[in-house]
């Protein structure tokens, strides 16, 4: 059933992954948390770039409550949200996600694990889990504390304060915010213009950024990297390519 609330579609080096289940705002069940999972985590080889949509008109209502009881037994619910999480971080691909109207509670611990985020204006971000007596993950929790200011993170979990699209802007929880209905379309545009050649370095600095952002980078072993990916014949394409493009051109070493 989860390969239904998943829209799976590629184009190039992008896969768009959508929610669809209209009837409930893509409320995140069970079988959809386990279809975005899965698809993340199996995204094939030629796949540089991930995009993470709702739709035109709702990113996520958020947790499904109806398979929610509002007891201890609902922390395999966590669990679910965590894989998806977990692959969306351990993946060496970019993932963004493309936010339209409202991303709420556990759509939004999944938006903030992404890359970054681009929302339709009128989009919205908030975690009201207080509001329903609910102390949140606590390993999300830290998670968002390491990655976005104090301030953002008590106002979003303390006050379960609803950011509209410009304050999240402000609040560094939206990247970018686009015209209404084109957050897919711009996250689209923004991957389209990986290719193969670029994969080796996507790759490698997706994975550094999760080590360091983790506290468990080797630097040493990280500097042979770059020496590897300095002389491997990707490299040496590119470099080649630009000298054509910018002939003549004062330039820049990238």
């Known amino acids: 059933m989860s390969g239904n609330l998943v829209e799976q579609s590629a184009a190039g080096a992008v896969l768009v992954l959508e929610m669809k289940d209209p009837a409930s705002r893509n409320a995140l069940s069970r079988a959809m948390l386990a279809g975005l999972a899965e698809a993340v985590a199996g995204a094939g080889d030629g796949i540089l770039g991930i995009v993470l949509t709702g739709?035109?008109?709702?990113?996520?209502?958020?947790?499904?409550?109806?398979?929610?009881?509002?007891?201890?037994?609902?922390?395999d619910y966590d669990d679910a949200v965590s894989r998806v999480v977990a692959a969306i971080l351990d993946s060496d691909r970019i993932v963004v996600?493309?936010?339209?109207?409202?991303?709420?509670?556990?759509?939004?611990?999944i938006a903030l694990s992404c890359d970054y985020r681009?929302?339709?204006?009128?989009?919205?971000?908030?975690?009201?889990?207080?509001r329903l007596g609910l102390?949140?993950?606590?390993?999300?929790?830290?998670?968002l504390r390491r990655f976005y200011p104090s301030d953002t993170v008590r106002r979003l979990l303390l006050a379960g304060e609803r950011f509209d699209d410009h304050e999240a802007r402000r609040a560094g929880l939206f990247s970018r915010i686009v015209a209404k209905g084109e957050a897919a379309a711009a996250a689209a545009r923004d991957l389209e213009k990986l290719d193969g050649q670029q994969a080796p370095a996507v790759r490698a600095t997706k994975r550094l950024l999760a080590e360091l952002e983790a506290g468990a980078a080797d630097a040493a072993r990280w500097q042979r990297r770059r020496v590897e990916l300095l002389d491997s014949e990707q490299r040496r394409i590119?470099?080649?390519?630009?000298?054509?493009?910018?002939?003549g051109k004062p330039g820049t070493q990238g």
């Open 238 to 247: 590119a470099v080649q390519q630009a000298r054509e493009r910018f002939a």
């Open 55 to 75: 739709g035109a008109e709702c990113f996520s209502a958020g947790g499904d409550f109806r398979e929610l009881t509002g007891t201890s037994q609902d922390l």
């Open 135 to 143: 102390l949140y993950n606590p390993a999300a929790i830290a998670r």
């Open 97 to 109: 996600a493309a936010i339209e109207g409202p991303c709420v509670g556990a759509a939004a611990d």
């Open 118 to 130: 681009i929302a339709g204006a009128g989009s919205f971000i908030q975690i009201p889990a207080v």
